[in-house]
């Protein structure tokens, strides 16, 4: 497995060994014994499936308690997946990291409790799963407008994207709730 750090404390890339022939292939998507390896020393509490279409993009969600790490992958298709550090604390805060998930790369995005999530389709449609580290709940969900100019994503998009009315509406970064928390930073730089 190849793991490559990015400028956030907290957020890896990670390149799984695959092992593949004229029939198909195979890999371990997770291996608990193999993260903590590398520095994801996490306990997931639940699985998600989303499934989004051309131009579709979801995000920046992140729910401000129970915050969730997630390790995403996508295994139909192919997404822009953007992280943004909202620990006040971090040297990093309001910086964002972006990566290529797609079927054929099979790369996964580790992005620590602390971040901000979102994803852009660039293929017809995807498929993109995570695991997470806390619960969905939905009362402590919060979104940050995915255009904000203060963070400056560069998502790789030429039309306006089809957004739900949640996204839509979210708020701009400088008057989000963000984690003031210092556990969240501790956590991330010792699972780097």
């Not at 295994?75 to 797609?102: C, H, Q, Y």
């Not at 580790?110 to 852009?120: C, D, E, I, R, Y």
């Not at 904000?148 to 790789?156: A, K, Q, R, S, Y």
């Amino acid at each position: 497995m190849n793991v490559l750090s990015t400028q956030i404390a907290g957020v890896l890339i990670v390149e799984p060994n695959v092992f593949g022939d004229d029939r198909g292939f195979f890999l371990e998507s997770f291996n608990e014994k193999e993260m903590r390896k590398i520095g994801i020393d996490a306990h997931f509490m639940q699985d998600n499936h989303s499934r989004s279409q051309h131009n579709v993009l979801r995000g920046l969600h992140y729910q401000i308690s129970q915050p969730q790490g997630k390790l995403v992958r996508v295994v139909r298709g192919k997404v822009f997946d953007a992280a943004v550090d909202i620990r006040r604390n971090s040297p990093t805060f309001g910086k964002w990291v972006g990566v290529e998930l797609s079927a054929e790369n099979k790369r996964l995005f580790w992005l620590s409790p602390g971040m901000a999530h979102g994803f852009v389709v660039l293929s017809d449609s995807a498929d993109l799963v995570y695991k997470a580290t806390d619960y969905y709940a939905p009362q402590f969900e919060r979104t940050i407008l995915w255009n904000d100019p203060d963070l400056g994503i560069e998502w790789p998009i030429i039309d306006e994207p089809i957004l739900s009315s949640k996204d839509a509406a979210g708020t701009t970064f400088r008057s989000a709730e963000v984690y003031e928390d210092e556990f969240l930073l501790k956590e991330a730089n010792a699972n780097t």
